[in-house]
Nanobody
Framework: QVQVVESGGGLVQAGGSLRLSCAAS????????MGWFRQAPGPEREFVAA????????VYADSVKGRFIISRDNAKNTVYLQMNSLKPEDTAVYYC?????????????????WGQGTQVTVSS
């Protein structure tokens, strides 16, 4: 089992940066693929970025490509999402999730474990 806890959200002006962290516990973290999703008010949870268990593969949504960077430190059981050049449309609750098969997948239903989310608000 993997428990994940996000942190690092907050209020930032457009053009600014934030770094989200996802701390994971459980011995399977190092074999887990990790993903970031976000949800603005509404039913859809949107894929943001994902990283494979080794860090060798990363995938990004087109809307964040070139602005966000996902990385992981397996020694610290932590995944990061560096968010640069933030826009008001990036405002959402950001969720971290774990895929026990170790993949960098873009589909939410493929992830077994989810955190509670951290709010990111970008003002114009």
């Amino acid at each position: 089992q993997v428990q994940v806890v996000e942190s690092g959200g907050g209020l930032v002006q457009a053009g600014g940066s934030l770094r989200l962290s996802c701390a994971a516990s459980g011995r399977t973290f190092r074999n887990s693929g990790m993903g970031w999703f976000r949800q603005a008010p509404g039913p859809e949870r949107e894929f943001v970025a994902a990283i494979s268990w080794s860090g060798g593969r990363t995938v990004y949504a087109d809307s964040v490509k070139g602005r966000f960077i996902i990385s992981r430190d397996n020694a610290k059981n932590t995944v990061y999402l560096q968010m640069n050049s933030l826009k008001p449309e990036d405002t959402a609750v950001y969720y971290c999730a774990a895929d026990l098969l170790g993949r960098a997948v873009t589909v939410a239903r493929e992830y077994e474990y989810w955190g509670q989310g951290t709010q990111v608000t970008v003002s114009s």
